[in-house]
Each structure stands twice: as C-alpha cells, then as structure tokens.
C-alpha cells in the first residue's frame, strides 16, 4: 500500500524537522526560538491529529477496513497500527465532532485549537445531543450557533472556561440525563509487566454493590489464611487471597467452557528448559504473552497437565491424514502451540475465539486434517477468507501472510519496502511451521526419523 503523494512529502520533511539540530548558546538567548519551536510544533501537530481525525472518519463512513477484512477503523488501527484502543477511540470522537462542527473543523485543521478541546466537545457534538438542541430552537450552526459559541469559548481568552461552557450545555439539553446503571461503573484494567520477571499490575473500579461482594469474598480468603507469625502487611495479604480465588476457581474446573476446554493457565517452553535444573530467565511464554524464567514454569507444572508436542526433522507435528474431516483436540493444541490466536493480519483474537481452518479445503481441493493445513481464524476472519480473502504460510519467515480478494498483501505496521509477493497465488506453502505459546502448559522437542 502507498503513501499518497501529498503525505509521502509532508513525512519525508516532517522526519528532516525531527532529525533537524538545536542551535546552542546562552539559556536567555535561546528562549524565545525554542518557545516559537514548540509553539509551531503544537500547532503543526493540532493539524496533524486534525487530519488524521477527518481521514478516520472519511474511512469508517466508506467503510475502508473492510478492504482489510475489519469490521470498522477501531479494529484496523488497533491490529494495523498498534494504537491503543483509548487513542483510537479518542481519534474516532474527534472525527465525528470535525464532521458535526463545520467552524470548529476549520479551526482545528488550521491548528487553532487542539485534540484535548476537541475532546471536550465531543461530548456535546453528537448528532442525537445536536438534534435535540435544534428540537428546543437552538441555532446550532449559525453565526451565534452552538459551534460558532464553542470554538469562541475554546480560542477566546479564557479557553479553560470550555468544559464548564459544554457541561452547561448537556445539562440544557438534557437537565435528567441517563437513567443512571450503577454496573457501568465497573472498570478492571490489567497490564502485563514488560520487565523480565513478568508480573503486572490491576487496578480499576466497582460500584457499591459490586465492591461489597468482592471485598467480602477476598476478605473471607485473607482471614482464612492469617497465621501467627504472619508478618504481610494487609494489601499483601489481599493480593494472595485474590490469587487464592483464582487458583481455586481454576482447579474446581467448573469455569466457562472456551473452545470445550475449561480456561487454564498456560506455558510453553523448551522441555530441555523445563528439565533444566539451572534458572533460565525468559525460557517460557505464558498465555498472556509475558516471558518467564523455567523456575516459575517448573511451579506451573507441579498441578498442571504437561502436554509433550513432538516435531520431526522437518518440523511438521501430527498429521492425520483424511480420516476425519473434524480437527481432533490434538492437532487444534498443535495449531494453537504455532499460531497463538487468529493469524488474520492484524487480528488479535484469542485462540478460543477462534475456529480451526482448513487452509486447502476439506472437498474442493481434497486438504488433509493436518497442523499443516490448519489455521486458527476468529469467526469473522474465517468468513472473510471463505469469502475471497486467503492466507498462506511464508517458510522463509516461518508466519501466515494475509491477502485480499484481488491477490495483493495486507500489510501490518509501517512497511519499509514493498510487499513479498507470493510464490503459489490461491495455495499455502506448506513447510516449516514454527512453535508459538498457546493457552496450556506444554514441553516442545524433536524426534528423530
């Protein structure tokens, strides 16, 4: 896919600008150029997320994702770009709020007020909240409309008056608001530790309700587990109850069923690693992503079910051949060990999202019931391709590639050159397939011919 003209330019001068040396001198006579430096950087980059913002939204009205097999540009930036789901949200807000605001639009792509404001504004600029306001007689984009107020108000000499200005206006256009639901409250964030140990971090929010029921369960796991010379302050102790309650939830096996599997916790690494009695730190990959010592998958396996997957010298484990047309469990836990989710490009889905694919089709072109000929593809994903998109396998790169209807490569991320092409249109090439985390505990190895 290539950049268009007019954006390849403003880039290629864009990384000159960022690359471009700071002239260096006394503090007081630098001042003033570094000021109007990022006084002009901010405004260039108000222009920017402006732009970006319209093109967003441009995209999602023509539904542009759908050429990469997404359902919409929240997914495709997410899969495609590495964007948060928050920025990529905020991005879409911001595009609809320019496609609602004529003036503000304007404003905003001459980089006179910024993606924050804009945010702000939002929360008014909805076509059901402006709709409603025209319902009630007010000009909404008139010279004293509601956009023209708004944008006075966001580049006037008080701008930090705008959220006070755009709560007032809610609170006319609606003065009830929402029928409150107290489980809208309910926010549970947890991020994985980027740090060698691995790890991470849970904080969030409940309501009052919610918050009690927690609170008196982990409570009841915390008091069961004191003992005398128990030293722990009490966040300690509350963090091993909620462990606790996972583990015990875990082993009861009466968790919800995810692709016929109760949900596990899952490692895989090297059984040379997991046999070895020295630490290996990063020697096993958890199904969260996060790389952990074999010490730490050594204490996993003590109550877990070990589940050992040979490869031959050619790499290929399992084959079935065409005696069943069905993907036993066996060769889908091979699958989900290569593939780790749905290997759609740009796609996260978990494995238990996803269906197993036969790559070469069952009938049509007599594939076999083999890891070779299996993919892992959530189920919009495994439409799309039954539909006209296809997958094949890259040897040389050992992964999946994804191609459109017309042939052409879906490229993630930012591609420095042009795209591989393919060495058998319409057909995988079949050879090589690497080993990847999955959601169990396993051990990899070879066996000899």
């Keep these: ?157 008080h701008p930090e008056t705008l959220p006070g200005a755009v709560e007032r206006m ?77 583990d015990n939830a875990l082993a009861s096996a009466d968790t919800p069923m995810l692709r016929k599997h109760h949900a596990q916790v899952a490692a895989t690494i090297s059984a040379e690693d997991l046999l070895d009695p020295d630490v290996i730190a990063g020697a096993a990959r958890l199904g969260s992503g996060q790389r952990v010592s074999n010490e730490v998958a050594r204490q996993l396996a003590c109550d877990s079910i070990v589940t050992r997957v040979l490869f031959g010298p050619d790499g290929m484990p399992l084959n079935i051949g065409r005696t069943q047309r069905l993907v036993p469990p066996h060769i889908r836990k091979a699958s989900e060990a290569r593939d780790d989710g749905c290997i759609f490009a740009g796609c996260s889905a978990p494995t238990w999202w996803c269906d197993a694919h036969h790559v070469q089709e069952w009938i049509a072109d007599h594939g076999e019931t083999s890891v070779e000929n299996t993919a892992l593809l959530c189920e919009r994903h495994h439409t799309k391709v039954h539909h006209g998109f296809s997958i094949a396998w890259d040897p040389a790169e050992k992964r999946w590639r994804t191609y459109r209807e017309d042939g052409t490569e879906i490229i993630v991320g930012y591609p420095p050159g042009e795209p591989v092409p393919r060495e058998q249109p319409g057909r995988p090439a079949l050879s090589g397939m690497p080993v990847a985390p999955t959601r169990r505990l396993q051990a990899t190895g070879s066996a000899s011919p």
């Design 1 to 157: 896919m290539v950049l268009p003209d007019d954006v390849a330019a403003v880039l290629a001068d864009a990384v000159e600008l960022a690359d471009a040396e700071l002239s260096g001198g006394q503090p007081a006579a630098q001042a003033p150029a570094l000021l109007a430096r990022v006084r002009g950087l901010v405004q260039l980059q108000n222009v920017i997320d402006a732009a970006l913002a319209g093109a967003v939204r441009a995209a999602d009205n023509a539904l542009a994702a759908q050429f990469d097999g997404h359902k919409s540009m929240r997914s495709w930036l997410t899969g495609h770009l590495n964007l948060s789901t928050g920025t990529t949200d905020r991005v879409r807000r911001a595009g609809r709020t320019l496609e609602q605001l004529p003036r503000w639009n304007e404003a905003a792509r001459a980089g006179r007020v910024t993606p924050d404001q804009t945010e702000v504004v939002a929360k008014v600029a909805t076509p059901a909240r402006l709709a409603a306001a025209a319902e009630l007689g007010v000009d909404v984009h008139g010279e004293d409309g509601v956009d023209a107020m708004l944008l006075a108000c966001a580049s006037g000499d």
């Design 170 to 246: 809610l609170n006319w256009i609606d003065p009830d608001g929402p029928e409150p639901d107290p489980t809208r409250q309910r926010e549970l964030h947890l991020t994985p530790s980027t740090s060698p140990g691995g790890g991470g971090t849970i904080h969030g929010r409940l309501d009052a309700a919610g918050y009690e029921k927690v609170s008196t369960a982990l409570t009841a796991y915390q008091q069961a587990g004191r003992v005398a010379d128990d030293d722990r302050n009490h966040a300690q102790q509350m963090a091993d109850a909620f462990v606790q309650l996972a």
